[in-house]
């Protein structure tokens, strides 16, 4: 049986020789996602803004301002729109009633569908979340203080198993892997909630994953072949690692793709944060973290231990053919 093999034996692609242009289009690309969620900002969901979400899904198509001036008229506060997943699937947020008692917003749900259906025959509400001002702030406290302490954990690990070049490449790629995530969601308004939290957690994971697999191959390769030149050092670990960081890319984003396309409106979010995730942590371990380490001036010749003796190949200076 012929195994499937997505990148072919003896691959040799030159990463780090397009380095600078990397470099050019990170930053390019970094502060273009700042300045987007700068200007547009984040679309927060119930679990960070706090309040009352109703998501209704209509028959045909509504008309928001005619939804808004429904709601609006109930009484129940000022309400908030959002189309999202298809164009008759509409959120519906307001905020959370005076009253603390569970009735109070069971009833002000009642209302509001109430008044919906008798508008809007054929409507129908598949779910509602509530969340209280103080619980949204500490969700955001929380949420950001695990991104940045996963961030940090991380980068500290890989300084102390490696060397203080691979912690601050480290850092950069997953600042770079997070800011891109915060651009797409900014650019798309895609509601932020929790669960993309948990992906952009999901996405340092599987980008710093990937990223080890490399540094440990440069590593190995840095005690192997102390005379070999840096650059084609980085260039021999990628492409050796390159396999298992292609199928491991692919498989992963037919994954996602099923859960994208079968998972429903509630998951598309999170997919599709996982699903740029992939592609940028990808990038960023392959053309910006390796070749940072050049920068930062890694060398081969840092490393003490010896190789052994008996390996004829101990002092190789070039890649393979």
């Keep these: 049986m012929r195994l499937l093999k997505?990148?072919?034996?003896?691959?040799?692609i030159g990463f780090v020789r397009v380095r600078f242009i990397a470099f050019v289009i990170t930053a390019l690309l970094t502060i273009a996602s700042l300045a987007v969620v700068g200007a547009r900002g984040l679309n927060m969901g119930v679990d960070f803004v706090g309040g009352l979400m109703i998501e209704a899904k209509f028959q045909t198509v509504p008309q928001l301002d005619a939804v808004r001036s429904n709601i609006d008229g109930l009484g129940v506060g000022v309400?908030?729109?959002?189309?999202?997943?298809?164009?008759?699937?509409?959120?519906i947020r307001l905020p959370i009633p005076e009253s603390?008692?569970?009735?109070?917003?069971?009833?002000?749900?009642?209302?509001?569908?109430?008044?919906?259906?008798?508008?809007?025959?054929?409507?129908?509400?598949?779910?509602?979340?509530?969340?209280?001002?103080?619980?949204?702030?500490?969700?955001?406290?929380?949420?950001?203080?695990?991104?940045?302490?996963a961030v940090l954990g991380i980068a500290i690990f890989s300084w102390l198993r490696y060397e203080w070049q691979f912690?601050?490449?480290?850092?950069?790629?997953?600042?770079?892997?997070?800011?891109?995530?915060?651009?797409?969601?900014?650019?798309?308004?895609?509601?932020?909630?929790?669960?993309?939290?948990?992906?952009?957690?999901?996405?340092?994971?599987?980008?710093?994953n990937d990223k080890m697999v490399i540094d440990d191959r440069i590593r190995e390769n840095m005690r192997k072949y102390r005379q070999m030149d840096m650059k084609a050092l980085i260039d021999l670990s990628v492409n050796e690692t390159l396999p298992r960081t292609v199928m491991t890319s692919v498989t992963v984003m037919l994954a996602l793709g099923a859960?994208?396309?079968?998972?429903?409106h509630v998951l598309r979010g999170f997919a599709a944060a996982m699903m740029l995730g992939i592609v940028v942590g990808t990038y960023s371990s392959v053309y910006v973290s390796s070749s940072l380490l050049i920068t930062l001036?890694?060398?081969?010749?840092?490393?003490?231990?010896?190789?052994?003796?008996?390996?004829?190949?101990?002092?190789?200076?070039?890649?393979?053919?």
């Design 6 to 12: 997505l990148v072919p034996d003896n691959t040799n």
């Design 79 to 91: 309400s908030s729109l959002q189309q999202f997943g298809d164009p008759k699937t509409v959120s």
């Design 100 to 149: 603390s008692d569970e009735g109070a917003t069971n009833a002000v749900v009642s209302k509001v569908s109430a008044s919906l259906v008798k508008q809007f025959p054929g409507v129908t509400f598949t779910r509602y979340d509530t969340v209280s001002g103080k619980v949204s702030e500490e969700l955001i406290q929380n949420g950001v203080l695990a991104v940045i302490l």
């Design 167 to 208: 912690g601050v490449s480290t850092f950069v790629a997953i600042v770079h892997d997070v800011l891109m995530t915060l651009g797409f969601f900014a650019l798309t308004q895609l509601e932020f909630d929790l669960n993309i939290v948990a992906a952009v957690l999901t996405i340092i994971g599987y980008s710093i």
């Design 259 to 264: 859960l994208l396309l079968f998972g429903g």
């Design 297 to 321: 001036g890694l060398e081969p010749q840092r490393f003490s231990a010896k190789p052994k003796e008996s390996r004829p190949d101990a002092e190789r200076v070039g890649p393979q053919p």
